[in-house]
């Protein structure tokens, strides 16, 4: 049981706009930024957004983060094909004193 | 760039010490904390602990008991042990470089490949 909540699975079909839900609590991202990552199995995963809303360079406007209270949200915009992979996200726990992360999203494109 | 590249034994018997260790291509090595998580089948990720080059460790209190990290500076390498592994051990593990600000996490901005790490008799 991951400590940050994710549904285990959404899809859309190309070009659609499609959020993946991130829930925590008040110790960890009602309290702390979140940042995003994409995670193709087998590979390292890649960081996408930091700080809730903050994109690397080389990471394409598409992709975009929000944060309000205790939960977090990432948006993907203009969905391609190969989009389709895992998402998770990851937060500071104060309880904890360590990182927490959500149990992953896999993203269908259909 | 920075690059991880992560390597150590994948197969393990129950009680044996799990072995991990990662090198740093590129980047600054001191201005980080260098972290390994691991992802057990079918599960999410959990966080190991963290270590910076001045040996600061943080260790995830579940794992506390069982884990041992350190740095090799001349050689921009860190490490895990894990000790008395069980088949709950079994998963990919990551090693990763946590960013922070002000004291607060930023993001794990680069990771390792990951390493298949299993426990059976």
């Known amino acids: 049981q991951s400590v940050l909540t994710q549904p285990p699975s959404t899809s859309a079909t190309p070009g659609q706009r499609v959020t993946i839900s991130c829930s925590g609590s008040?110790?960890?991202?009602?309290?702390?930024?979140v940042s995003w990552y994409q995670h193709f199995p087998g590979t390292a995963p890649k960081l996408l957004i930091y700080?809730?809303?903050q994109r690397p360079s080389g990471v394409p406007d598409r992709f975009s983060g929000s944060k309000s209270g205790t939960s977090a949200s990432l948006a993907i915009s203009g969905l391609q094909s190969e989009d389709e992979t895992d998402y998770f996200c990851a937060a500071w726990d104060d309880s904890l004193n360590g990182v927490v992360f959500g149990g992953g999203t896999k993203l269908t494109v259909l | 760039q920075v690059q991880l590249q992560q390597w150590g034994a994948g197969l393990l018997k129950p009680s044996e010490t799990l072995s991990l260790t990662c090198t740093v291509y590129?980047?600054?090595?001191?201005?980080?904390?260098w972290s390994w998580i691991r992802q057990p089948p079918g599960k999410g990720l959990e966080w190991i602990g963290e270590?910076?080059?001045?040996?600061?460790?943080n260790y995830s209190p579940s794992l506390q008991s069982r884990v041992t990290m350190s740095v090799d500076t001349s050689k921009k390498q860190f490490s895990l042990k894990l000790k008395s592994v069980t088949a709950a051990d079994t998963g990919v593990y990551y090693c990763?470089?946590?960013?922070?600000?002000?004291?607060?996490?930023?993001?794990?901005?680069?990771w390792g490949q990951g390493t298949q790490v299993t426990v059976s008799s």
């Open positions: 700080t809730n809303d």
């Open positions: 590129g980047g600054s090595f001191s201005a980080y904390y």
């Open positions: 270590i910076n080059h001045s040996r600061s460790i």
């Open positions: 990763a470089r946590i960013s922070y600000s002000g004291g607060s996490l930023v993001s794990l901005d680069s």
């Open positions: 008040s110790s960890n991202i009602g309290r702390n930024t």
